[in-house]
């Protein structure tokens, strides 16, 4: 994972992440008037790979297989596997 600074929060600002629960928190730059959303560490470490520019979708095909499975691997796909042949 890249090297990411950490800021102190104030306690105004820890309020706002108490109070809005599990909710992300909306934070503006007054100075450039971009936004950024705080979310907890854990919650980011499990999301980066899906915004990550590196992301290599082979990597998603064993859970693509596993979630098919049970439907491909149903008795009843072998009348779709001859669908031409069994087309009246």
Same mark, same amino acid.
């Given at each position: 994972?890249?090297?990411?600074?950490?800021?102190?929060?104030?306690?105004?600002?820890?309020? !706002?992440?108490?109070?809005?629960?599990?909710?992300?928190?909306?934070?503006?730059?007054?100075?450039?008037?971009?936004e950024?959303?705080?979310?907890?560490?854990?919650?980011?470490?499990?999301?980066?790979?899906?915004?990550s520019? $590196?992301?290599?979708?082979?990597?998603?095909?064993?859970?693509?297989?596993?979630?098919?499975?049970?439907?491909w691997?149903?008795?009843?796909?072998?009348?779709?596997? $001859?669908? !031409?042949?069994?087309?009246?």
């Amino acid at each position: 994972m890249a090297n990411i600074h950490c800021i102190q929060l104030t306690p105004d600002q820890h309020q !706002e992440i108490i109070q809005n629960g599990k909710d992300p928190v909306r934070a503006l730059d007054p100075v450039t008037e971009k936004e950024y959303v705080l979310v907890p560490a854990e919650d980011y470490v499990r999301w980066q790979h899906l915004v990550s520019d $590196r992301v290599d979708v082979r990597e998603a095909y064993p859970a693509i297989d596993r979630s098919f499975a049970e439907g491909w691997n149903d008795p009843r796909m072998d009348e779709y596997d $001859r669908y !031409e042949e069994l087309k009246p």
